[in-house]
């Protein structure tokens, strides 16, 4: 793993289409290690879409191309040799809508590391599970439930709980959609705390409706409109000093 | 007048009380329909069904009740006269009311008018003659008695015609007037038509309740009938059956037991590990264009009549089993066998099983797919481990759905697998199984008293309860299921 301030992800000159629609028109971004980095924009602008460019979530859509170079620790993604089954387990992903497996909640954090053959006794694998728990904040609720369904836990708990599950895979990086835009307050602090204890181990990446919440949980911002990457930056320095006007009118409420 | 004739005279008043009760209502509002509560097409709703309905319900009570009122009146008749002590009275009831029927004819060819009908006397061969040909059988030649009889019933079916009539109209103009009367600009007609359709609805589903039990209350009645002259114990501890048209046979259910599920065994195994597959594949893997063709191909195959798949074993499967497998290794020689038919029928549920599991697998939400891929898992991972478990509720419904179908299927049956009732473990034998047996009990010389026949009412109960607890399994299994991952 590179430093702190080393580049994890490298984009450049990214295209995606639908179809026949130009979902993502030559977007360039370079992604940090050990960083929270927001994505924000109006609803449609794309910043999903490349979300899931970074783990080649998009191949499970018939219909949608990618083109240009994606580089993960300097190796291209989407090259030939590369086996997106294995890209996602280093590139965990975390989606808008919790998501548990019908399965217990041992089970659901134990997923990963059971498909990947992360670890080799009962012991460890319960070791592997307690942490990831304990990572995303759940552990002390649940410890005492863990072969209760996921799916029977709260909202905020069920997003908690993929995100253990995500953990638990032992990712570089973390893919974010939107994870806090089915949650009530509280659980979205928690979640926000949460990504930024993350940093220490991860590369965060979050999409984002919320311009409070990526100033408050991000280092660095990019802001996307009609497909096309506006601005990219210290968070600080998007929502204080933006330097393009489509930027300054999203910040200030004009547009969105 | 007949009752179709008057069916179309209640639906003409209806109608006209559809267009009066428009009017009366736009007029109220005077012209202008904003007025009213309802929309003027309401109120004439309201005016139709208030005459149409309780006229027709009158008339159905009526075509219910009078052939009972007037037949007891004539079999008090029969039973006064000391003449008929010999023959059962409901014998002649039916040659009274053949009698009728033939006169009946006559009148209506023109053959005999009503005057000469009067003057007919009961001259015996005569009136049979003339009553064969208007292509009505009599059994012996027509007595005095049965013709005075005849002559009341149609005089009293006469009057009864007539009297429905005038009390249907009656009904018809009686609601249409009170349902006119009724309408103002307040009027909530609107709302009369929603009970309506709800009473409607109520109606329909109560059909299937009301079916089910009748269909439970008329088994139930002839098994205890059958259980009156047949021991019980014979019936469910016994291992053989042959029954014998003189008396004395053994009517055990077990080897037909054994049959049903032996062959259902047989075709689950084959069908739902292979359409559960190929149900996986069309949702999971198939493109959509592939999908789109394969599944309606599918669904074609699940609507092919069971007596051609019976065709295909008897032709087909049936032969090239023997010739292929039970000749050369010594298994036996019938190419009818548990084998043949229960392939068959395996290959006839496949269609169903995979149909039904692959709308459920696709109903499985998009989100644990993303949620399994985006962890690293590959697509049999994901089917495996993720989709199963969360479509399994919907999948065992299917195949309990399939396995209800195996064990009530017949045509299959009788022409793949035979009609031997045995019990044995070599599937390249001939056996039979319930349905096969209900039906060869009740065809040909049916008198529903003898236990050789009325034992089918008794299998045929048995399968139900049998059917009924499997359902109730799939009920306890989904809901056990459901509690763990909804």
């Given amino acids: 793993m590179s430093d702190a301030t080393g580049l994890k992800i490298a984009a450049r000159d990214v295209d995606v289409f639908y179809g026949d629609h130009h979902a993502i028109k030559d977007v360039s971004v370079a992604i940090a290690d050990r960083t929270v980095t927001a994505f924000i924009g109006p609803s449609g602008c794309g910043k999903s879409t490349f979300l899931r460019c970074l783990n080649r979530m998009n191949d499970t859509i018939d219909v949608c191309r990618v083109s240009g170079t994606i580089e993960l620790d300097g190796e291209d993604i989407y090259d030939r040799r590369v086996d997106p089954v294995q890209l996602r387990a280093r590139v965990g992903m975390v989606f808008q809508k919790p998501n548990p497996f019908p399965k217990s909640i041992f089970d659901n954090v134990a997923y990963g590391p059971r498909i990947h053959g992360l670890t080799r006794s009962r012991g460890e694998l319960d070791e592997v599970v307690e942490n990831a728990l304990r990572r995303a904040a759940l552990w002390d609720e649940v410890k005492d439930r863990l072969s209760a369904p996921g799916t029977g836990l709260s909202g905020g708990q069920q997003q908690r709980l993929c995100i253990a599950r995500a953990v638990a895979t032992a990712p570089e990086v973390l893919l974010m959609d939107e994870p806090c835009s089915a949650l009530d307050p509280i659980a979205t602090a928690q979640i926000e705390e949460l990504i930024d204890e993350l940093r220490g181990n991860f590369s965060v990446v979050i999409v984002t409706h919320s311009m409070q919440q990526a100033a408050r949980v991000s280092q660095r911002t990019a802001f996307f409109h009609l497909g096309d990457l506006v601005e990219f930056g210290e968070t600080g320095q998007i929502f204080t000093n933006p330097q393009d006007p489509r930027t300054e009118s999203y910040i200030t409420g004009r547009i969105g | 007048m007949n009752s179709a004739s008057l069916l179309l005279i209640v639906f003409a008043i209806a109608l006209a009380g559809w267009f009066l009760g428009r009017r009366r209502a736009l007029a109220m509002a005077g012209g202008d329909a904003r007025r009213l509560h309802s929309l003027s097409g309401h109120h004439g709703q309201a005016v139709f069904l208030f005459a149409a309905v309780p006229a027709l319900l009158v008339m159905f009570v009526w075509l219910f009740v009078q052939p009972i009122v007037t037949e007891a009146r004539i079999g008090d008749a029969i039973r006064a006269n000391g003449l008929f002590r010999q023959i059962s009275p409901s014998l002649v009831m039916s040659d009274v009311r053949r009698v009728a029927h033939g006169l009946d004819l006559m009148v209506d060819r023109g053959q005999i008018d009503e005057k000469g009908l009067a003057a007919l006397g009961a001259d015996g061969s005569e009136l049979r003659a003339r009553l064969?040909?208007?292509?009505?059988?009599?059994?012996g030649n027509v007595g005095g008695d049965v013709l005075a009889a005849a002559r009341t019933l149609r005089r009293d079916n006469h009057r009864g015609a007539v009297g429905m009539a005038v009390a249907v109209v009656a009904v018809a103009l009686a609601g249409l007037v009170w349902s006119l009367s009724r309408i103002s600009v307040?009027?909530?007609?609107?709302?009369?038509?929603?009970?309506?359709?709800?009473?409607l609805f109520f109606g329909a589903s109560l059909v299937a309740v009301l079916t089910t039990i009748g269909i439970v209350g008329s088994l139930l009645f002839e098994t205890v009938h059958f259980f009156r002259i047949y021991p019980a114990r014979d019936f469910f501890f016994s291992f053989t059956w042959s029954p014998q048209f003189r008396g004395g046979s053994d009517l055990g259910i077990w080897p037909l037991l054994w049959g049903t599920l032996y062959v259902s065994l047989v075709a689950l195994i084959l069908a739902v590990p292979v359409g559960l597959m190929s149900a996986i594949y069309l949702s999971e893997y198939a493109s959509k264009p592939l999908r789109a063709v394969v599944k309606p191909l599918l669904e074609i195959l699940a609507g092919i009549p069971t007596v051609v798949y019976g065709l295909f074993a008897l032709m087909t499967v049936g032969p090239f089993l023997r010739d292929m497998i039970a000749e050369p290794m010594g298994l036996g020689s019938s190419s009818s066998s548990v084998m043949t038919g229960g392939?068959?029928?395996?290959?006839?549920?496949?269609?169903?099983?995979?149909?039904?599991?692959?709308?459920?697998?696709?109903a499985v939400p998009q989100g644990l797919r993303d949620g399994s891929f985006g962890l690293g898992a590959t697509q049999s991972e994901t089917v495996r481990q993720v989709i199963l478990p969360a479509a399994l509720p919907g999948i065992v419904g299917a195949i309990l759905l399939a396995a209800s179908r195996a064990i009530g299927e017949t045509m299959i049956v009788v022409m793949g697998v035979g009609a031997a009732a045995?019990?044995?473990?070599?599937?390249?034998e001939a056996m039979t199984t319930i349905t096969v047996k209900i039906v060869s009990q009740l065809t040909g010389d049916t008198e529903f008293a003898s236990p050789e026949t009325l034992v089918a009412f008794a299998l045929a109960m048995a399968l139900f309860v049998f059917t009924l607890g499997l359902n109730v399994v799939a009920l306890v299994v989904v809901r056990k299921y459901r509690e763990q991952y909804e």
Avoid: C, K, Q, Y
Avoid at chain 2, 132 to 139: I, K, S, T
Avoid at chain 2, 343 to 362: K, R
Avoid at chain 2, 422 to 428: A, D, I, K, Q, T
């Fill in chain 2, 132 to 139: 064969g040909r208007v292509g009505v059988a009599v059994g």
């Fill in chain 2, 186 to 199: 307040e009027f909530r007609a609107r709302n009369v038509s929603e009970n309506f359709v709800l009473t």
């Fill in chain 2, 343 to 362: 392939l068959v029928m395996g290959i006839m549920l496949i269609p169903f099983v995979s149909s039904l599991s692959d709308d459920i697998i696709h």
């Fill in chain 2, 422 to 428: 045995r019990m044995g473990l070599n599937p390249f």
